[in-house]
């Protein structure tokens, strides 16, 4: 095995991981029956996949996620497997080696429970209430079923999911550095707090945490067991630092904990728990990797050929309700009706990701997506111009070459934790694209000075912002474009880890 890069000299204990997905996800060949490998999806995956195998003795816990996740699970034990990470994702035997590996434990989570903690508890209602998506009108509605997805489903998954995890600590004698991320498993930082209280535990949560107002609609018995759970760790992490502020004051407001806004730490229990943020980023040298292929190099010699010098305006996202597809073909319309010079110079090509389908809210989403582009499409296009170009999947060499040649990136997200296609899009972008950015998003923070700023709900705004996007004078686009570049550069997502795992290791000895 090639030697580990020192990410963290001063580490002298274990890590261990843990998110619903992991690095590699199993399946089946529909006609051979062969068992199949393939790299787990998501920002979250894709930044900790990257880093895993810097990590000397780190053990990934991720959920068995289908029937093959479950066979390799079973077969495994309570060993962890080590996976190549290197190349394509594989399961190494005794003796094998491989440039960059990770030992992953998955948990086995049966379907009933797993269906009610992730589709009716971890998505509908806490990404909901995170990302402000309800109409309060009518939902959420906690019922006796919702409740039940609660105690049955999320509860128990999160007990499964520290067993593992705790199981973990115990082979490493006690002591480990302990990862947690996301909205799946709120519980899990006290449950192993009780039991491995020598453990250093950071939950780092990946999407916005809104204030204590938003929380209300939990009822108290369960906001309150989600903050105590998070409350277990020796440190809440998120990506800004208005996230993290309003954490503190959930805990100040519906706990009544004394808290320290300007220190931001929250007391407990005798504890201090400390509360941060680490904006989160992207593997700058893989994605140009990606973004030099030989596919990717035909995607872009299509594009151009079929944009025929006209300009790209592109968003690449998943088909989720707080991405606000809808009303970014909203604001593209009136744009189109208000503009009609750029009529058959513009195409707007969204590359979007069927995401979480089983949820009824999620499928309703995809269908208005759908009728969105066919509606911008009807009233605008011609019998040689179709002004929106949807595309339903997940191609990664298409995206790159869609990011090196976009003229504008749309982000207008309702809410988002970071959102890294902006981050991507800067990086490897060759025509000096525009960032049309969402105020809303944890990438303003830092990238919102070279953006044109969006405003989600603002449609009108949105069209006019999109036009000084395709407007912006060459200089100034290039001049923004390479400060954004700079600044994902300088923080990429090695240093995004680095910088959390010191901290941890000056919190232990300090
Ligand atoms: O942090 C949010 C996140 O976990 C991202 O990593 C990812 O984009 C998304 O949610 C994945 O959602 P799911 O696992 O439900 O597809």
Redesign the pocket.
């Known amino acids: 095995m090639a030697p580990s890069l020192p990410l963290v000299p001063s580490l002298d204990l274990p890590v261990v991981l843990l998110s ?2 992991g690095p590699v996800s199993f399946g089946r060949d529909p006609v051979s029956g062969e068992r199949t490998a393939s790299r787990g ?5 894709t930044a900790l996949s990257g880093l895993a195998g810097h990590l000397e003795r780190a053990v990934w816990v991720c959920v068995a996620a289908g029937q093959a996740d479950g066979e390799v699970s079973a077969e495994a034990g309570d060993a962890p497997l080590r996976l190549a990470l290197d190349g394509d994702p594989r399961i190494l035997g005794e003796g094998d080696v491989a440039d960059r590996e990770v030992a992953v434990r998955l948990v086995d989570v049966p379907a009933e429970v797993h269906e009610p903690f ?1 589709g009716v508890i971890a ?1 509908p209602l806490l990404w909901f209430v995170q990302h402000r998506l309800h109409d309060l009108k009518t939902s959420p509605s906690i019922g006796r079923e919702e409740r039940a997805a609660f105690e049955d489903g999320y509860v128990v998954a999160n007990t499964l999911a520290a067993d593992a995890v705790v199981a973990q600590v115990e082979r490493a004698g006690g002591k480990a550095i302990v990862l947690l991320h ?2 799946h498993f709120y519980l899990v930082g006290r449950l192993v707090r009780e039991r491995c209280p020598d453990a250093v535990i950071n939950h780092f949560v ?2 916005p945490w809104p204030g204590p107002e938003a929380w209300q609609v939990l009822p108290p018995d369960m906001r309150e067991r989600l903050l105590l759970g998070l409350l277990g760790c020796d440190v809440v992490a998120f990506h800004t630092r208005a996230d993290a502020r309003a954490f503190v004051l959930c805990a100040q407001e519906l706990l009544d904990l004394p808290v320290d806004l300007s220190a931001m730490t929250v007391t407990t229990g005798g504890r201090t728990v400390h509360v941060r943020a680490y904006p989160i980023s992207i593997d700058v040298a893989a994605l140009e990797q990606q973004a030099s292929t030989d596919a990717s190099d035909e995607h872009l010699a299509d594009l151009d050929e079929r944009l025929a010098g006209g300009q790209l305006v592109l968003r690449v996202d ?1 088909t989720d309700p707080s991405k606000n597809i809808v009303r970014g073909f909203t604001a593209y319309d009136l744009l189109l009706t208000e503009h009609p010079e750029l009529h058959g110079r513009v195409l707007f090509l969204a590359l979007l990701q069927p ?2 389908q089983d949820v009824p809210e999620y499928a309703q989403y995809l269908a208005d997506i759908g009728a969105a582009a066919a509606s911008v499409n009807a009233r605008h296009g011609t019998g040689d111009w179709q002004p929106v170009d949807l595309r339903l999947a997940s191609d990664m060499d298409l995206a790159t070459a869609a990011y090196r040649r976009c003229d504008v990136l749309v982000v207008n997200a309702v809410a988002d ?1 970071m959102n890294l296609v902006a981050k991507e899009a800067v990086i490897v972008n060759e025509r000096d694209m525009v960032l049309a950015l969402s105020e809303a998003t944890g990438a303003h923070d830092e990238l919102g000075s070279f953006a044109v700023t969006l405003h989600p709900f603002d449609v009108a705004q949105q069209a006019d912002a999109l036009h000084a996007a395709l407007t912006m004078s060459p200089v100034l686009r290039r001049d923004r474009r390479e400060h954004a570049a700079q600044v994902v550069h300088r923080n990429d997502v090695r240093r995004w880890l680095t910088v959390q795992l010191n901290d941890l290791a000056d919190l232990r000895h300090g």
Do not use: E, F, P
């Open positions: 619903h997905r999806a998501g920002g979250l995956v992730y998505n996301d909205y990946h999407i998943r995401s979480r934790g």
